[in-house]
């Protein structure tokens, strides 16, 4: 699909990836940008639409779905991480969390705008995923966790949405240069760039996106021996 004159649906649009994402979209061409977060207020770029939605809420999805008849484009982005392991104190809390806002959020919001992009001509979903989709390291195992299951539900909706027309991309990128991980002292992606890279993709007709180079060592390494997931980069 293209960007120009495509209306976009982005969830997480107040700041960090989602605000690149709705801030490209514009520059883009997109007629329209549904900029969506827990608190509108704080939707602040000129251009945008902001809307009220909290992707662990049923009935927030379904005021999006009935008032955003016209999306072509569903950006699932808004994403938590806790930052816990499996065992640790809270680990069952936070991996809860991260499955209602990483894994279930998605599903509500595409299952809710399937329909819609069906009627506009079969549109596209974009998830935003991680390298953590692939690999898991103890501070951090639940978010994998949610990780991991959306990148299964991306590639099972791939096959279920094909039949309308809609585009399924899945996302994987490492560190970001946002709020999410500003306490993280390793190298960072530039926002920008990722999503400059995913835009290109979505017009290219492509279903994945290897953002930096860590991502993409980690999927060319998942079938080695040892796999990668067995033994991370950086694990001890």
């Known amino acids: 699909m293209k960007i120009q004159d495509s209306v976009a649906l982005v969830t997480g649009a107040n ?56 999306v072509t484009l569903l950006v699932n982005n ?16 936070a991996v809860r969390a991260e499955l209602e806002t990483n894994f279930f959020g998605p599903l509500a919001l595409t299952r809710a705008f399937a329909p819609i992009l069906a009627r506009n001509g079969g549109g596209a979903v974009n998830n935003v995923l991680s390298a953590l989709s692939w690999v898991s390291f103890p501070t951090s195992s639940t978010y994998s966790a949610s990780k991991a299951a959306a990148w299964s539900l991306s590639n099972g909706l791939r096959g279920e949405l094909g039949g309308q027309g809609t585009q399924v991309l899945a996302l994987h990128v490492g560190y970001m240069d946002t709020d999410m991980i500003r306490h993280v002292t390793a190298p960072k992606s530039d926002p920008n760039d990722v999503v400059r890279q995913t835009l290109a993709a979505l017009e290219a007709g492509k279903s994945e996106i290897l953002a930096d180079e860590v991502s993409r060592q980690i999927k060319q390494n998942l079938s080695a021996e040892p796999g990668i997931y067995l033994t991370p980069p950086g694990a001890a």
């Open 15 to 70: 700041r960090g990836l989602g605000l690149a994402f709705a801030r490209a979209l514009l520059a883009g061409g997109a007629r329209k940008v549904y900029a969506a977060a827990r608190d509108p207020a704080s939707v602040t770029l000129p251009g945008m639409q902001a809307i009220r939605l909290d992707v662990t809420k049923p009935d927030e999805v379904a005021a999006a779905a009935r008032d955003l008849s016209d």
């Open 78 to 93: 808004a994403g938590v991480l806790r930052g816990s392991g499996f065992l640790a104190p809270g680990g069952v809390d």
